[in-house]
Protein backbone atom coordinates (compact mmCIF):
# COMPACT_ATOMS: atom_id res chain seq x y z
CA UNK A 1 0.00 0.00 0.00
CA UNK A 2 3.19 2.42 0.50
CA UNK A 3 5.00 1.64 -1.71
CA UNK A 4 1.92 2.30 -4.12
CA UNK A 5 1.56 5.60 -2.59
CA UNK A 6 5.36 6.35 -3.70
CA UNK A 7 5.18 5.26 -6.92
CA UNK A 8 1.92 7.47 -7.50
CA UNK A 9 4.04 10.21 -5.97
CA UNK A 10 6.91 9.32 -8.77
CA UNK A 11 4.98 8.97 -11.74
CA UNK A 12 3.13 12.19 -10.94
CA UNK A 13 6.84 14.47 -10.44
CA UNK A 14 7.70 12.61 -13.76
CA UNK A 15 4.74 13.71 -15.40
CA UNK A 16 5.11 16.88 -14.17
CA UNK A 17 8.57 17.36 -15.29
CA UNK A 18 7.78 16.34 -18.94
CA UNK A 19 4.95 18.82 -19.22
CA UNK A 20 7.20 21.48 -17.73
CA UNK A 21 9.80 20.34 -20.69
CA UNK A 22 7.17 20.41 -23.42
CA UNK A 23 6.06 24.19 -21.89
CA UNK A 24 9.43 25.74 -21.78
CA UNK A 25 10.01 24.15 -25.47
CA UNK A 26 7.25 26.06 -25.97
CA UNK A 27 8.24 29.35 -24.56
CA UNK A 28 11.52 29.18 -25.79
CA UNK A 29 10.53 28.43 -29.66
CA UNK A 30 8.16 31.73 -28.83
CA UNK A 31 11.11 33.49 -27.65
CA UNK A 32 13.57 32.92 -30.63
CA UNK A 33 10.50 33.86 -32.66
CA UNK A 34 9.99 37.17 -31.15
CA UNK A 35 14.07 37.54 -31.47
CA UNK A 36 13.92 36.84 -34.56
CA UNK A 37 11.39 39.16 -35.44
CA UNK A 38 13.25 41.93 -33.40
CA UNK A 39 16.63 41.36 -35.51
CA UNK A 40 14.59 41.31 -39.24
CA UNK A 41 13.23 44.95 -37.86
CA UNK A 42 16.38 45.47 -36.93
CA UNK A 43 18.16 45.30 -40.02
CA UNK A 44 15.11 47.02 -41.72
CA UNK A 45 15.98 50.40 -39.22
CA UNK A 46 19.30 50.20 -39.80
CA UNK A 47 18.74 50.36 -43.90
CA UNK A 48 16.12 52.91 -43.38
CA UNK A 49 18.99 54.83 -41.75
CA UNK A 50 21.39 54.13 -44.43
CA UNK A 51 19.27 55.19 -47.03
CA UNK A 52 19.09 58.66 -44.68
CA UNK A 53 22.53 59.03 -44.47
CA UNK A 54 22.65 58.63 -48.53
CA UNK A 55 19.96 61.31 -48.83
CA UNK A 56 17.22 59.26 -50.03
CA UNK A 57 15.34 59.74 -46.87
CA UNK A 58 12.72 62.63 -45.95
CA UNK A 59 9.57 63.53 -44.40
CA UNK A 60 8.42 59.81 -46.29
CA UNK A 61 11.18 57.69 -45.10
CA UNK A 62 10.50 59.01 -41.39
CA UNK A 63 6.93 58.00 -41.76
CA UNK A 64 8.25 54.69 -43.28
CA UNK A 65 11.00 54.24 -40.29
CA UNK A 66 8.26 55.01 -37.57
CA UNK A 67 5.90 51.74 -37.78
CA UNK A 68 9.35 49.54 -38.34
CA UNK A 69 10.13 51.09 -34.67
CA UNK A 70 6.87 50.02 -33.52
CA UNK A 71 7.07 46.74 -34.73
CA UNK A 72 10.43 46.04 -33.16
CA UNK A 73 9.39 47.44 -29.94
CA UNK A 74 6.44 45.14 -29.90
CA UNK A 75 8.57 42.51 -30.62
CA UNK A 76 10.52 43.14 -27.70
CA UNK A 77 8.15 43.55 -25.27
CA UNK A 78 6.53 40.03 -26.73
CA UNK A 79 10.30 38.61 -26.01
CA UNK A 80 10.44 39.89 -22.58
CA UNK A 81 6.56 38.67 -21.95
CA UNK A 82 7.95 35.09 -23.05
CA UNK A 83 10.79 35.44 -20.89
CA UNK A 84 8.93 36.25 -18.06
CA UNK A 85 6.28 33.54 -18.54
CA UNK A 86 9.07 31.38 -18.54
CA UNK A 87 10.36 32.16 -15.65
CA UNK A 88 7.46 31.96 -13.81
CA UNK A 89 6.74 28.59 -15.04
CA UNK A 90 9.67 27.35 -13.95
CA UNK A 91 8.91 28.51 -10.43
CA UNK A 92 6.13 26.87 -10.77
CA UNK A 93 7.41 23.62 -10.96
CA UNK A 94 10.30 24.10 -8.47
CA UNK A 95 7.08 24.92 -5.86
CA UNK A 96 5.46 21.47 -7.49
CA UNK A 97 8.58 19.30 -7.06
CA UNK A 98 9.17 20.67 -3.69
CA UNK A 99 5.86 20.07 -2.46
CA UNK A 100 5.75 16.35 -4.23
CA UNK A 101 9.27 15.42 -2.37
CA UNK A 102 7.74 16.40 0.83
CA UNK A 103 4.58 14.59 0.51
CA UNK A 104 7.18 11.88 -0.44
CA UNK A 105 9.14 12.26 2.78
CA UNK A 106 6.52 11.85 4.53
CA UNK A 107 4.93 8.46 3.53
CA UNK A 108 8.04 7.02 4.07
CA UNK A 109 8.43 8.55 7.41
CA UNK A 110 4.96 7.39 8.40
CA UNK A 111 4.77 3.93 5.78
CA UNK A 112 4.53 1.64 8.90
CA UNK A 113 1.68 3.21 10.54
CA UNK A 114 -0.84 0.98 9.06
CA UNK A 115 0.96 -2.09 10.66
CA UNK A 116 0.78 -0.34 14.13
CA UNK A 117 -2.67 -0.05 13.57
CA UNK A 118 -3.54 -3.56 12.81
CA UNK A 119 -1.06 -4.77 16.03
CA UNK A 120 -3.24 -2.91 18.18
CA UNK A 121 -5.93 -4.76 18.82
CA UNK A 122 -3.60 -7.52 19.69
CA UNK A 123 -2.08 -5.64 22.19
CA UNK A 124 -5.85 -4.67 23.61
CA UNK A 125 -6.85 -8.17 23.90
CA UNK A 126 -3.81 -9.36 25.40
CA UNK A 127 -4.12 -6.54 28.33
CA UNK A 128 -7.56 -7.39 28.74
CA UNK A 129 -6.36 -11.35 29.43
CA UNK A 130 -3.95 -10.28 31.68
CA UNK A 131 -5.87 -8.28 33.74
CA UNK A 132 -9.01 -10.91 33.91
CA UNK A 133 -5.96 -13.15 35.04
CA UNK A 134 -5.28 -10.53 37.68
CA UNK A 135 -8.90 -10.70 39.39
CA UNK A 136 -9.92 -14.39 38.86
CA UNK A 137 -6.28 -16.63 39.21
CA UNK A 138 -8.13 -18.09 35.84
CA UNK A 139 -5.10 -19.88 33.76
CA UNK A 140 -7.66 -21.03 31.14
CA UNK A 141 -9.08 -17.50 30.71
CA UNK A 142 -5.31 -16.38 30.30
CA UNK A 143 -4.57 -19.17 27.61
CA UNK A 144 -8.19 -18.28 25.56
CA UNK A 145 -7.08 -14.47 26.10
CA UNK A 146 -3.29 -15.01 24.70
CA UNK A 147 -4.77 -17.89 21.56
CA UNK A 148 -7.40 -14.68 20.77
CA UNK A 149 -4.04 -12.30 20.84
CA UNK A 150 -1.76 -14.57 18.45
CA UNK A 151 -4.50 -15.39 16.16
CA UNK A 152 -5.23 -11.89 15.56
CA UNK A 153 -1.20 -11.00 15.59
CA UNK A 154 -1.15 -13.66 12.65
CA UNK A 155 -4.12 -12.02 10.63
CA UNK A 156 -2.82 -8.76 10.86
CA UNK A 157 0.54 -9.88 9.33
CA UNK A 158 -0.77 -12.16 6.55
CA UNK A 159 -2.68 -8.37 5.36
CA UNK A 160 1.08 -7.48 5.25
CA UNK A 161 1.96 -10.58 3.12
CA UNK A 162 4.01 -12.15 5.83
CA UNK A 163 3.33 -15.65 6.40
CA UNK A 164 4.63 -18.39 8.06
CA UNK A 165 6.26 -21.59 6.53
CA UNK A 166 5.34 -25.23 7.05
CA UNK A 167 8.31 -27.17 7.55
CA UNK A 168 7.63 -30.02 9.13
CA UNK A 169 7.81 -33.09 7.14
CA UNK A 170 9.04 -31.69 4.07
CA UNK A 171 12.59 -32.40 3.11
CA UNK A 172 15.54 -30.41 4.55
CA UNK A 173 16.32 -27.84 2.09
CA UNK A 174 19.07 -25.27 3.42
CA UNK A 175 18.21 -22.53 1.65
CA UNK A 176 15.50 -21.71 4.07
CA UNK A 177 15.84 -24.34 6.75
CA UNK A 178 18.96 -24.06 10.06
CA UNK A 179 19.65 -27.50 10.97
CA UNK A 180 20.26 -27.53 15.05
CA UNK A 181 20.45 -31.30 14.99
CA UNK A 182 19.26 -34.44 13.71
CA UNK A 183 17.05 -37.47 15.47
CA UNK A 184 16.75 -40.68 14.58
CA UNK A 185 12.99 -40.83 14.41
CA UNK A 186 10.47 -42.88 12.11
CA UNK A 187 8.01 -40.43 12.17
CA UNK A 188 9.11 -38.93 8.53
CA UNK A 189 11.25 -39.71 6.30
CA UNK A 190 15.35 -39.21 6.11
CA UNK A 191 16.41 -35.98 5.80
CA UNK A 192 12.87 -34.20 6.11
CA UNK A 193 12.17 -31.92 8.67
CA UNK A 194 10.73 -33.58 11.86
CA UNK A 195 10.66 -30.75 14.39
CA UNK A 196 10.77 -27.20 14.21
CA UNK A 197 12.14 -24.78 16.99
CA UNK A 198 11.42 -21.43 15.36
CA UNK A 199 8.90 -21.14 12.61
CA UNK A 200 10.45 -19.82 9.39
CA UNK A 201 9.18 -16.64 7.79
CA UNK A 202 8.10 -15.17 4.05
CA UNK A 203 7.87 -11.53 3.32
CA UNK A 204 5.66 -11.94 -0.08
CA UNK A 205 8.62 -13.73 -2.01
CA UNK A 206 11.46 -12.99 0.11
CA UNK A 207 12.93 -15.13 3.18
CA UNK A 208 13.08 -13.20 5.87
CA UNK A 209 14.13 -15.67 9.08
CA UNK A 210 14.91 -19.57 8.03
CA UNK A 211 13.15 -22.10 10.20
CA UNK A 212 15.05 -23.10 12.74
CA UNK A 213 14.74 -27.37 12.97
CA UNK A 214 15.83 -30.95 13.75
CA UNK A 215 15.99 -33.36 10.49
CA UNK A 216 15.74 -36.54 10.86
CA UNK A 217 18.18 -39.43 10.09
CA UNK A 218 17.23 -43.03 9.19
CA UNK A 219 17.50 -45.28 11.93
CA UNK A 220 20.19 -47.52 12.38
CA UNK A 221 19.29 -51.30 12.60
CA UNK A 222 21.31 -53.71 14.79
CA UNK A 223 23.05 -55.07 11.86
CA UNK A 224 24.19 -51.42 10.75
CA UNK A 225 25.34 -50.96 13.62
CA UNK A 226 28.09 -53.91 13.57
Not at 39 to 52: D, F, V, Y
Not at 67 to 81: S, T
Not at 119 to 132: G, H, K, S, V, W
Not at 168 to 176: A, E, L, Y
Amino acid sequence: MLNGLAKKIEIRMANAINAFAIRKEELVAGKEESVDKALELEEQETAAEAEKVDGSAGEGAEQTESPAIDEMEQARAEAADMKDKLMRLAAEFENYKKRMERDRGLALKYREEQVFKELLPCIDTLERAIEQFKKTGNSADLLAGVELTYKGLMTALEKFELLPMRSIGSPFDPNIHEALAMEETGEVDANCVVREFEKGYMYKDRLIRPAKVVVAKKTETAGDSR
